[in-house]
């Protein structure tokens, strides 16, 4: 049986504004996890619980920036069907998985991909600025992306919005804007998938986790609102330098862990 800390009241408006920050972060370049995740971690809550409301507080995120998306047009609804369904059902299967499996392995092996995402990018300099013709039909795309980033996401989940936004741009076209915003439809329903897991098992610490949540809902809806009127040229550089700050917080957890 985990224990559950007493947290104090001067913890909930650090929480809001944790939740705000990385909000906005979120939805503008992914990598929100790395400032929330710490933030519930710090205050004592043992990881598994942390995990589970971390998925509480980053589903108001994800929401709140995929919906602002949609309404300036950037992300139609109606071509996600096929690829929220699928993202949602890896994260149910990864949300379980994560029960039963050691995430250890995949600690070791995510920066290294991440790492070779940012070089990738760097080499790379014009690709994302605009859309350009797809190299992969919507359909096989999401049966490889929505099954496996959705997996990944529910079962341990940092740096999947990167992945998710480099596979937009790579191989179905996108321009950065247009891949964020795509991104956090995805991030959407894989979080509500695990949330629902993760709630039925009950993992999830509520209170806090709504309090996050606030802050994620307007910063959510503010990051969208800076990648939509600033463009892919400002979108781009934090997406890599939130690439390559997730790869180097995991090496480090990992080699530290590993002493």
């Not at 920050?21 to 971690?41: C, K, M, N, Q, R």
């Not at 350009?132 to 359909?139: D, F, I, Q, V």
């Not at 090496?251 to 530290?256: E, R």
Request: aromatic letters at 12%.
């Amino acid at each position: 049986m985990l224990t559950v800390p007493e947290i104090p009241l001067w913890a909930y408006p650090a929480l809001f504004a944790t939740g705000l920050v990385a909000g906005t972060v979120d939805a503008i370049a992914g990598g929100g996890g790395l400032i929330a995740l710490p933030a519930l971690l710090g205050l004592g809550i043992p990881a598994p619980l942390a995990l589970a409301t971390s998925k509480l507080q980053g589903t108001f995120g994800s929401a709140s920036a995929a919906w602002s998306f949609v309404r300036r047009g950037v992300v139609n609804l109606r071509e996600c069907g096929l690829g929220f369904a699928l993202t949602a059902l890896g994260g149910l299967g990864g949300a379980g998985a994560m029960r039963l499996l050691d995430p250890h392995f995949l600690s070791a092996v995510i920066p290294w991909l991440l790492g070779g995402i940012v070089v990738y990018m760097i080499f790379r300099p014009q690709l994302g600025e605009n859309s350009r013709h797809h190299r992969m039909e919507a359909l096989t795309f999401y049966l490889i992306f929505g099954l496996g980033l959705g997996f990944y996401d529910g079962f341990f989940g940092p740096g999947v919005g990167s992945f998710w936004t480099v596979a937009f741009v790579t191989l179905l076209g996108h321009d950065f804007v247009r891949a964020a915003g795509h991104t956090k439809v995805m991030n959407f329903a894989s979080n509500i998938s695990a949330l629902i897991y993760f709630a039925i098992a009950g993992t999830v610490l509520w209170l806090p986790g709504l309090t996050m949540g606030a802050g994620q809902l307007l910063g959510g809806r503010l990051g969208a609102h800076l990648a939509m009127t600033r463009g892919a040229r400002f979108v781009r550089p934090l997406f890599l330098f939130m690439a390559a700050l997730v790869a180097l917080k995991l090496l480090f957890t990992h080699f530290s862990h590993g002493q």
